[in-house]
């Protein structure tokens, strides 16, 4: 079997691979196997075709791949309006019950549930945001 068959079959493996991981590391491999396979089909001898194969996936991995991954990876996404809310410690300054209340967020007044329906959360607590639902934010207290 000719070597440019194997570094093909290696090339393909690699790429398949690839697609599971979404590393760019495997891609970029494969690639390189894919440059070594058309060393192998010119004739080069076996050798040259692993220092070449060893090469540009150096190449790839050290050069490439940085590159590629700083345009991969976005930042996270901001929350805006009452999404931004939610994780926000809260101050109760009127005692919270399973049906209402009031607790101040970021030096605004919310109205307020307790989460847990069974809690009473009284005046002076400090609470977490677990979510927002229209204009009262639902409460869970602090440990």
């Given at each position: ?29 494969g ?17 040259l ?53 009031r ?41």
């Amino acid at each position: 079997m000719d070597e440019w068959i194997i570094w093909v079959i290696l090339a393909v493996v690699l790429g398949v691979a690839e697609i599971f991981t979404l590393t760019a590391s495997l891609g970029l491999l494969g690639v390189a196997a894919l440059l070594t396979a058309a060393t192998a089909a010119i004739g080069l001898p076996v050798p040259l075709q692993l220092i070449f194969f060893a090469v540009s996936s150096a190449a790839g991995l050290l050069v490439l791949r940085p590159i590629a991954m700083r345009h991969i990876k976005h930042p996270p996404l901001q929350r805006f309006g009452v999404e931004a809310l939610v994780g926000k410690p809260a101050y109760v300054v009127a005692e919270v019950t399973g049906r209402d209340g009031r607790v101040r967020i970021g030096g605004e007044e919310w109205s307020a549930r307790a989460y847990d329906e069974t809690l009473v959360i009284p005046t002076g607590a400090t609470v977490d945001v677990i979510e927002i639902e229209g204009a009262t934010a639902l409460v869970y207290p602090r440990e």
